[in-house]
């Protein structure tokens, strides 16, 4: 079965897919016909010179990827039409904008961004907007063209059988940690100051000053304040409670009271409300820890370590979620998880992906035993106190099933969808018409799609 690289190239799909950015000319170029679908030259080449702007080493053949990527893309689409596969015009809003935010935070904020596509955002918006959705159509579609395939125990042992025993992969020594976080908070005299001065910022909003310099200026949102503030759309479930509540119950152009979230305190003004999402921009105001605050954190972090190891009163899952102030962690018993490319989310952390100073403090720990409270300081300068539990300890080794079995389910997973795909694709290439402009039938990308033409025009042409 030949590797055509579907699932990389839907993961790749919308980090490039940047295509009508432009006005097309009648002599454009016919780069690629897949079915009733044309692609231009001008697609490949703006999205090469977006690749390129991005910081991309010039790479001619990346050229035929972006083809391959387009003729996959297009393929998926056509199917998704027969099989009423479709998506949200809000999905679609949603998408063009959390891109617009992060090429704006790359080119330093939205004027400069403007000035290097050479148009207004609005304009570029509205320009990609039906590429943007084609390419999350063909997404959906290939998510239901896989969305039944599942293996079986027997099926993952055959493939772990399969596997020739110099080539198992090896994992490193893993651990399950889990931690109760105890992060300082101001009383309210502590916090009295910072709410003034965002009260002191709306104060001069109010009086006519522009919202977007005063969130330029002042704002301590890093993911917002070079944007004036600018969150975009958001719906109900994406922002904090309080910040929520102000934001939904302002009509466009109204700014809200100064209000507080665990982030600090702020002020917003809504830009616009489309149905059940808002666009709004705001000004935060972020509290500086003091060293009493401190104090009273590590003060309840010793009480609790107490309760745990000395009296005896409660467990280190059930102390976790009453007194952690780690939402993530909190409610799974206080277990640290992670994001990896096999199982998706574990608990079992390689060691060498663990904090450093977790993972010294982890290394000096004995199984089920629970550490001392510590201070740490994260990137950003953070302080907390932290217990630790140390739950097992998995020495590297080669895979077996016994202590892999998920990992192993996952990737056994992987490959029947990806040979699911695979069949598909072969299938509908060769029932479709495809012509590939001879500039780009030597790329080794496309030489299934070359190959396929003859047949699928032949199959085009009987009666």
């Known amino acids: 079965m030949r590797k055509f690289g579907i699932f990389l190239i839907i993961g790749l799909l919308f980090t490039v897919t940047m295509a009508h950015a432009q006005q097309r000319v009648t002599l454009d ?48 689409a056509q199917q998704a039409v027969i099989d009423s596969v479709t998506v949200s015009e809000d999905d679609v809003d949603n998408n063009i904008d959390r891109r617009m935010r992060s090429m704006m935070q790359r080119a330093g904020g939205q004027d400069r961004l403007e000035q290097f596509l050479g148009r207004s955002l609005i304009q570029y918006k509205d320009e990609i907007r039906s590429d943007i959705k084609e390419g999350m159509i063909a997404e959906k579609m290939q998510a239901k063209i896989t969305e039944k395939t599942s293996v079986t125990p027997q099926e993952v042992k055959r493939y772990f059988d ?18 109760i976080v105890f992060q300082p908070k101001l009383n309210k005299e502590e ?56 934001a939904f119950k302002l009509k466009a152009g109204e700014i809200s009271p100064v209000f507080e979230t665990e982030f600090g305190f702020h002020f917003l003004q809504v830009i616009e409300r489309r149905g059940e999402q808002v666009h709004a ?33 409660i ?62 300081t994260d990137q950003q300068g953070k302080q907390t106190y932290k217990i630790h539990y140390l739950r097992s300890v998995t020495d590297a080794h080669k895979a077996n099933l016994a202590q892999d079995l998920p990992k192993l389910k996952v990737v056994a997973q992987n490959e029947k969808v990806t040979k699911t795909v695979n069949e598909w694709f072969e299938k509908k290439r060769k029932n479709t018409f495809v012509r590939i402009d001879p500039e780009f039938q030597s790329c080794p990308q496309l030489k299934d799609w070359v190959n396929n033409k003859e047949t699928a025009t032949s199959a085009q042409a009987k009666p």
């Open 281 to 313: 921009r705001h000004v935060l105001i972020m509290p500086v820890v003091t060293p009493a605050s401190l104090q009273r954190a590590k003060a309840k972090a010793d009480s609790v370590y107490t309760l745990i190891t000395k009296n005896k009163q």
């Open 29 to 76: 170029k016919v780069a690629g016909v897949v079915g009733g679908s044309v692609i231009l030259q001008s697609d490949i080449e703006l999205q090469y010179a977006q690749n390129l702007a991005q910081g991309m080493t010039p790479d001619p053949n990346f050229k035929c990827m972006i083809l391959n990527r387009l003729l996959i893309q297009k393929l998926l």
């Open 162 to 179: 399969n596997i020739p025993k110099d080539s198992l992969p090896s994992y490193n020594k893993e651990v399950e940690v889990g931690e």
């Open 191 to 246: 916090k009295q100051f910072y709410k003034e001065k965002a009260e002191a910022l709306r104060t001069r909003v109010k009086n006519g000053e522009d919202f977007g310099n005063i969130a330029r200026l002042y704002s301590q949102d890093p993911g917002s304040a070079a944007e004036g503030g600018d969150l975009g759309f958001f719906d109900r479930n994406t922002m904090a409670k309080e910040f929520t509540a102000n």
């Open 315 to 376: 467990d280190f899952s059930t102390a976790a979620s009453v007194y952690s102030d780690n939402k993530e962690s909190k409610y799974n018993g206080g277990m640290l998880m992670m994001e990896d490319n096999v199982t998706a989310r574990t608990t079992l952390i390689p060691t060498d992906k663990l904090d450093p100073a977790v993972a010294l403090i982890v290394d000096t720990m004995k199984v089920n035993e629970i550490s001392m409270p510590h201070q740490f």
